[in-house]
């Protein structure tokens, strides 16, 4: 389910369930001190139905504030991971998903919070993550676009690289818009083995 059908999901159950639940033990204790003020039981009962209705209000309040604001750098590093793994694919996942995600993932979630910070919270808001890795041979992970300007903001890549003796690497690196992708900054790499590794996403 998505993130913004959750939240509103969650916003929806908390008004209508609104003054269904009271946390009225607190609320009566405290009456209860000040109990000389009243006049009637009846004045009494009133007065802790309405600090009851209050503080669930109150509280309700605070969630749907919590609640109700996205966090978009959250939700591009979220993406990160899935379009990363579909990326892998089943067999080459198997083997490298748990050294890409102690050492290469942070590495990724770092760039995309840098990105954020210069960026600055409204400009994340209208980023998003390409959702179709390349398939095959090809290097493309995902990219991050600015669906203002429907422009990459920044490009993550996985190279294989064959060196002698050694065996298959996969290389992870990223391209950046200010300098026209042309540098490559690297997050690390990952050994494969001897054998040649299977297609992307097979």
């Given amino acids: 389910m998505k993130l913004w059908m959750k939240k509103a999901l969650v916003a929806l159950i908390a008004i209508a369930t609104l003054g269904m639940y009271t946390p009225t033990s ?12 009243f006049s009637s039981k009846a004045e009494f009962d009133q007065a802790t139905e309405v600090r009851a209705s209050e503080a669930t209000f109150e509280s309700y309040e605070t969630m749907l504030e919590v609640e109700t604001e996205p966090d978009y750098l959250r939700e591009l590093q979220e993406q990160a991971k899935i379009q990363s793994m579909l990326k892998f694919g089943p067999r080459i996942a198997e083997q490298v998903e748990d050294e890409f995600s102690a050492v290469i993932l942070p590495k990724m979630e770092s760039v995309l919070e840098e990105l954020a910070a210069e960026a600055g919270d409204e400009a994340v808001r209208y980023y998003g993550i390409t959702e179709q890795p390349a398939k095959g041979y090809g290097e493309r992970i995902f990219h991050v676009t600015d669906y203002r300007t429907e422009e990459d903001v920044v490009q993550f890549h996985v190279r294989r690289d064959n060196r002698p003796l050694e065996g298959y690497y996969f290389n992870f690196h990223y391209h950046l818009q200010n300098d026209d992708f042309r540098e490559h900054h690297n997050l690390g790499e990952i050994y494969w083995d001897k054998n040649t590794p299977p297609k992307w996403m097979a």
């Fill in 26 to 37: 607190l609320l009566e204790i405290e009456a209860e001190d000040n109990k000389d003020t």
